[in-house]
């Protein structure tokens, strides 16, 4: 390794932006401030051996690709910049493009940071779009999305702490007796007793009550959360102290997404999960009758799977409804999905209402290039009785294509040559001119109307 000072302030801070962390987060993980981070970012500070080697360890890095000149990273990140649509008309030879960023870095900085606003230019103007008029510019569900994607999914403290109390209740003979030691009594009552409430804790009579007509494995799941909310409610509110939120409505989510993260680790303990997890090959349906749960909580699961040196494929998770509004959104990764995605009518997780139970796979590659590989089923709540309702919504995980081989589902598939449907992360973020699905044209695109002829797309557009 050189021994002259390492500035590589814009490669830390790509780093610390693909993981999905906040300066905050990164600081934590590493042992150091927040602001030393800041000004390593600006290079203001250098990396030292030290850090370089904290680095490494934390996210599993080869220290000589984050020590290496900053020169072959100019070059692949104008590449994939060059990638995007919107310059497909103009000849961009590789050696031109790599001669532009080892000649050029300053200009080539310039031209990355320009094309990273426009994007986020786009991907602000898409959200203005749908925005409900009249909506405030706070989003709690929103924040508290960002607040759990800037963590991973993953809070260690957590699944430590509920894989030791999971131990415990095993050992009590199960939950509701854990609980019964714990002067709490589980009882299972009908809706008209519940109230509209599916879960209730009487405290007066110290009695959970659970609605009778809920599936196995919904009462389980409600159990554990009450325990979470209890037994682990200091572990909760570590996670929590010192976070600033805009609303307390924000705020009161994050405290139930953690709980339900926390149930989630009860029911299905890291340890022992992980390596059911490999046993089954990511066979969702297995996993559910091995541990007792439903398909979205095995689902919802995988995505928690970054525990250092126990880490798993990497998922993506979402879920909408028949409309393709989305309810839920989690990832584990970082992907292009996480913000905005979920909005193409080529992705199965639209198709498989017409198909409900059935698991459907499918091979997707984004404008740029990139390939995923998506497992989508439709999962069903309410019902338990005659004319009751009930909720059908559709459920994906989406991983990199080069994770796919560990999967049952795509078994003896090859990931570069399958066949992969083109898809883009939403109409107004998608350029793809030949896509007779589209229904709105990209930002930035004029409509060219034509009278005298009509293409089999909704739009024609210009180019640039």
Same mark, same amino acid.
């Given at each position: ?20 962390l906040?300066?905050? !987060? ?30 490494a ?11 290496? #000149?900053?020169?072959?990273d ?49 991907q ?24 759990m994607a800037?963590?991973? $999914? ?5 699944? %430590? ?10 050992k ?13 009594? +589980? ?19 110290e ?39 805009? %609303?307390?409505?924000?705020? $009161? ?34 996993? !559910? ?8 909580? +095995? ?13 798993? +494929? ?10 393709? $509004?989305? %309810? ?13 995605g ?7 997780v ?15 590659e984004?404008? #740029? ?29 989406a ?13 003896? !598939?090859?990931p ?17 001119a030949?896509c ?13 109307? #034509? ?14």
């Amino acid at each position: 390794m050189s021994s002259r000072p390492l500035y590589l302030g814009p490669r830390l801070k790509r780093l610390r932006r693909e993981l999905g962390l906040t300066q905050q !987060a990164m600081a934590d993980e590493l042992g150091i401030s927040p602001s030393y981070i800041a000004l390593i970012e600006r290079n203001q500070r250098p990396l030292t051996a030290d850090l370089l080697i904290r680095l490494a360890r934390a996210y599993k890095l080869d220290m000589a690709d984050l020590a290496a #000149d900053d020169r072959d990273d100019y070059a692949h990140r104008l590449t994939d910049s060059l990638r995007d649509p919107i310059f497909a008309d103009i000849d961009l030879p590789p050696l031109e493009v790599a001669d532009v960023a080892a000649s050029f870095p300053g200009v080539t900085e310039a031209l990355l940071r320009l094309y990273g606003a426009w994007q986020r230019e786009q991907q602000a103007l898409a959200d203005q779009r749908h925005a409900e008029p009249g909506s405030s510019a706070t989003d709690p569900i929103g924040e508290a999305r960002r607040f759990m994607a800037a963590r991973r $999914n993953y809070f260690p403290t957590l699944d %430590s702490k509920a894989e030791e109390l999971a131990g415990e209740i095993d050992k009590a003979g199960g939950a509701q007796e854990w609980l019964r030691k714990q002067g709490v009594r +589980v009882r299972l009552m009908p809706p008209d007793v519940m109230m509209d409430a599916i879960r209730r804790y009487d405290r007066h009579n110290e009695q959970l009550l659970i609605d009778d007509t809920l599936p196995p494995s919904s009462r389980t799941w409600h159990v554990m959360q009450h325990i979470a909310y209890t037994a682990l409610r200091t572990e909760i509110s570590a996670v929590l102290r010192g976070e600033s939120f805009a %609303s307390e409505t924000a705020a $009161n989510l994050v405290r139930r997404a953690l709980a339900g993260y926390a149930a989630a680790a009860l029911l299905m303990p890291y340890d022992r999960f992980a390596r059911a997890v490999d046993a089954r090959r990511y066979d969702i349906e297995a996993l !559910a009758g091995l541990f007792g749960t439903s398909f979205e909580q +095995v689902a919802h699961r995988l995505t928690t799977l970054n525990r250092p040196g126990q880490e798993r +494929v990497p998922f993506f998770f979402i879920r909408v409804d028949a409309a393709g $509004n989305v %309810s839920k959104r989690l990832d584990g990764a970082g992907f292009p999905f996480a913000a905005h995605g979920g909005g193409c009518p080529l992705w199965s997780v639209h198709d498989v209402f017409c198909t409900p139970g059935t698991v459907t796979t499918q091979w997707l590659e984004l404008p #740029d290039g990139q390939r995923f590989f998506s497992i989508a089923r439709t999962v069903t709540s309410g019902g338990g009785g005659f004319e009751q309702p009930t909720t059908t919504r559709a459920i994906a995980l989406a991983c990199a294509a080069d994770h796919a081989s560990r999967l049952i589902y795509a078994a003896g !598939a090859d990931p570069k040559t399958a066949n992969a449907t083109p898809i883009g992360i939403t109409c107004r973020l998608c350029h793809r001119a030949q896509c007779t699905a589209r229904a709105e044209p990209p930002i930035g695109r004029d409509i060219l109307p #034509d009278d005298y002829r009509r293409a089999a797309e909704p739009f024609s557009f210009a180019e640039s």
